[in-house]
Structures are given as C-alpha cells and as structure tokens.
C-alpha cells in the first residue's frame, strides 16, 4: 500500500487511461483547424492544431513587388496568430480529458 491508501495497481490503471485518453484528444485536436489573420483579413493562415501551418492565402491587394517586406511581416503575424490559436485550441481541448490537470499521487514521488 501507497500513503493515501492507494494502491499501485489502481493508480496504473488510472494512469493508462488517463494516457490512453490523451492519446485520442492528440489525435483529435491534429485534426482540427484554426485561422490566424493579419493586414485586416488580407492575409489568413491555417493551421492544424497540432500547429502546422497547412495554407497561406494572401489578398491580391497586399501583393506589392516593392513592399515585399510589409507582406514578410504580415505573414509572420498571419502564423503568429494561428499559432496562438492552435495553442489555444489544442489547451482547450485537453482540459475537457483533464479537467483539472494532471492528478497527484502523493507519497508516490
């Protein structure tokens, strides 16, 4: 017997379920998509909530040859939001696994 009167193998139970349970959300939150924008909409990114950047779309507009380096900022801006978001997402989604975070085990570490 462990302190708290658990017993190692109940928690190693616990603990593969709770890890099968992450595995599925993983693969479920890679699935899913998020948008990140800059420039007022004119350039959007997708990203997958496993945070990669699937698409780039960028308005005819801010498509200028001789400021190509605003268009380099807005892009980064573009994945900087998306990212946020997929991060975001991806916490969002593991808490409904784990609502209150990862479990102690106290004694046990």
């Known amino acids: 017997m462990f302190p708290g009167g658990g017993n190692m193998q109940q928690i190693m ?7 099968k349970k992450m595995a599925e ?3 479920e939150i890679a699935k899913m998509t998020v948008e990140g924008t800059a420039g007022g909409g004119s350039v959007r ?3 997958t909530g496993d945070r990669r950047v699937t698409e780039v779309k960028l308005a005819p507009e801010v498509v ?5 380096e605003m ?4 892009i980064v801006a573009a994945i900087s939001d998306g990212m946020k978001k997929a991060e975001e997402l ?3 989604e593991m808490k409904k696994v784990i609502p209150g975070g990862l479990p102690s085990f106290p004694g046990l570490f």
């Open 64 to 68: 200028d040859p001789d400021d190509i």
């Open 25 to 27: 959300a993983q693969e």
């Open 71 to 74: 268009l380099q900022d807005l």
């Open 45 to 47: 990114v997708t990203v």
């Open 90 to 92: 991806a916490e969002a």
């Open 13 to 19: 139970r616990q603990v593969q379920k709770m890890q």
